[in-house]
């Protein structure tokens, strides 16, 4: 299979209008889209659509929630105005670990024929159960797929609406790197970065990440809000969800 795991550590770095740092190990699925019933099938702790100790669930997804994830995606693909056909595409994300997930963001890798990474995908969550998604072309080609955009979506109630992301993808036979930047006016405000080596998915592997990293999801809700109280106390400044949303879109218009 190409379906593989991504094992590392994620690091949230805030620059203003103090220092703030989170680090924590973490392991991903990567999942070729093509594969998803064969992952089902091989991997004995994954199902897709029924429960199981780690489960796949296509209506995690995408906005509408999707019922066949690889056909709707590539309907999205196709909206943006892009022909996928031939691509192959990769999501790395985490899947349900005991019928829990959250998941802050994930990431499909949209790679064409000749195996070009053409676009990435940015599916962003929130904790009011909404998701987003940001379609990435590269603005300049090389080693690294990078890519900007205009922030269009609540995510955390201490950084402002107002801004725009630089997204840099980097992925080779060793594993993943991608980096965010996020901040307003040129100046960064979070920088946030997941550092991934790749490992070969099998019913052992998934074992062992299952033991190493136990409840990952459940652990990185936790965090989020953790280190949201940690940040009140510090005199983070409380953007709130309708409020903020709102003066965007005023503003937009």
């Known amino acids: 299979m190409r379906s593989h795991l991504l094992e590392g550590k994620v690091t949230h ?21 093509a594969e998803l019933d064969e992952v089902a099938g091989r991997i004995r702790l994954v199902s897709r ?16 929630p999707a019922h066949d994830l690889a056909a709707s995606f590539r309907q999205h693909l196709r909206d943006q105005g892009v022909d996928p056909t031939g691509w192959r595409v990769t999501l790395v994300t985490n ?5 829990y997930v959250f998941n802050p963001a994930s990431f499909f890798l949209c790679r064409d024929p000749e195996g070009e990474l053409r676009f990435v995908v ?3 969550h929130n904790t009011h159960a909404e998701r987003h998604l940001y379609t990435l072309a590269p603005e300049r080609r090389g080693a690294s797929h990078v890519a900007s ?12 609406m107002e801004g725009e992301y630089v997204v840099r993808v980097r992925e080779d036979a060793a594993g993943l790197r991608i980096a965010i930047d996020e901040g307003h006016g040129g100046e960064t405000q979070l920088h946030t970065s997941l550092v991934l080596k790749r490992v070969p998915l099998t019913d052992r592997t998934v074992a062992r990440m299952l033991v190493r990293y136990p409840f ?6 936790a965090a989020i809000y953790l280190h949201a109280w940690r940040l009140w106390r510090k005199g983070a400044r409380f953007h709130r969800h309708g409020e903020a949303t709102r003066l965007h879109r005023e503003v937009a218009r």
Do not use: C, Q, W
């Open 13 to 33: 770095l805030r620059t203003r209008p103090f220092s703030h740092r989170l680090d924590y190990s973490v392991f991903y699925f990567a999942l070729d889209l």
């Open 122 to 124: 940015v599916e962003v």
């Open 149 to 160: 955009m205009e922030k269009d979506f609540y995510v955390s109630p201490f950084i402002e």
């Open 216 to 221: 990952v999801t459940h652990k990185t809700i």
């Open 95 to 99: 899947l349900r670990v005991f019928g």
């Open 49 to 64: 659509n029924r429960r199981n100790v780690l489960s796949f669930r296509d209506g995690d997804h995408l906005d509408p």
